[in-house]
């Protein structure tokens, strides 16, 4: 019974640390590699690396690479690496949200990190960033005496062109906040985001549709691919157009003024602009 356990143990040690694999060489430096120490990538084009070359790769990066990564996406992270260190040397926050991820972001040179608790400790660049989504899950609904509340989850995905990667964080977990339901049989809520989380998605959103302009102007072959409608509603955060309507156009148009209003900054001026003929945009969408 004893050596049968034995002999147990033994094997899931074997195939645990990869003894069983046979030595092969890291794509990457060309090193013979014994079956221990190989880390192996992609699902299709599989390909080996070292610990060493492994390494180079940020630890949160590691599950999506593993998995969807091939050498060449390796090797444009390396170069990604490389090319953008002294732009992300620079990174000055000017806003920080976050207790168990922090975002802060640089809204000048346009960059931002993740940090913290997640173990990401990364500055990015928006224009990098092809999509994202910073908003509030719901998830315990809570009657109360003085007011219904509603507990969830302050969360944040964003998918990156260069690096290949997509992350999800969570940016405050058991937030508390104060909701209103409506309708008695369907019970929907409704709930207000603090505004320290507001200024957050502001933000965001403003260095995102600021960089991806920049971005479109550097390359115009592709310059046409977000529509002016689709940038208005980005703006707005707007997810499709039934849900705009003339008060909850005025109602964001007017927290935009007002978190970036042109007496406050010099950059202002113009992106208040901006908000106000995206405003003109979606109320004539409204309207038809
Ligand atoms: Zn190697």
């Known amino acids: 019974m004893l050596l049968v356990l034995i002999l147990f143990v033994v094997v899931v040690v074997i195939f645990a640390t990869g003894a069983h694999r046979s030595p092969a060489e890291c794509q990457h430096c060309k090193k013979q590699i014994p079956g221990t120490k190989q880390v192996w990538f992609g699902t299709e084009n599989r390909f080996c690396l070292c610990k060493e070359c492994a390494g180079k790769i940020p630890r949160d990066f590691m599950d999506y690479a593993k998995q969807n990564w091939t050498y060449i996406t390796y090797t444009d992270y390396l170069q990604w690496d490389q090319e953008t260190a002294d732009e992300r040397a620079q990174f000055e926050p000017d806003i920080k949200y976050g207790y168990f991820c922090e975002i802060s972001i640089d809204t000048k040179r346009k960059l931002f990190k993740l940090g913290k608790q997640n173990d990401i400790s990364m500055i990015f660049r928006f224009k990098d960033l092809i999509g994202y ?156």
Do not use: W
């Open 133 to 288: 989504d910073i908003n509030f899950k719901p998830e315990e609904y809570k009657e109360g005496f003085l007011g219904d509340k509603v507990k969830g989850t302050e969360y944040g995905v964003f998918k990156f062109a260069r690096p290949d990667v997509e992350l999800e964080v969570t940016i405050n977990p058991d937030v508390k906040l104060s909701a209103v339901s409506r309708g008695f049989i369907a019970k929907r809520f409704e709930y207000n985001l603090s505004e320290e989380f507001k200024v957050l998605i502001n933000n965001f959103a403003v260095c995102a549709l600021l960089s991806s302009e920049e971005f479109n102007k550097e390359t115009e072959t592709e310059s046409r691919n977000i529509g002016e409608l689709e940038k208005a509603m980005a703006l707005f955060m707007f997810d499709n157009v039934e849900e705009i309507t003339q008060e909850s156009l005025k109602n964001q148009r007017n927290a935009l003024i007002k978190a970036f209003h042109p007496d406050n900054n010099e950059a202002n001026v113009a992106f208040s602009q901006k908000i106000n003929a995206a405003y003109e945009l979606l109320s004539g969408v409204v309207s038809r």
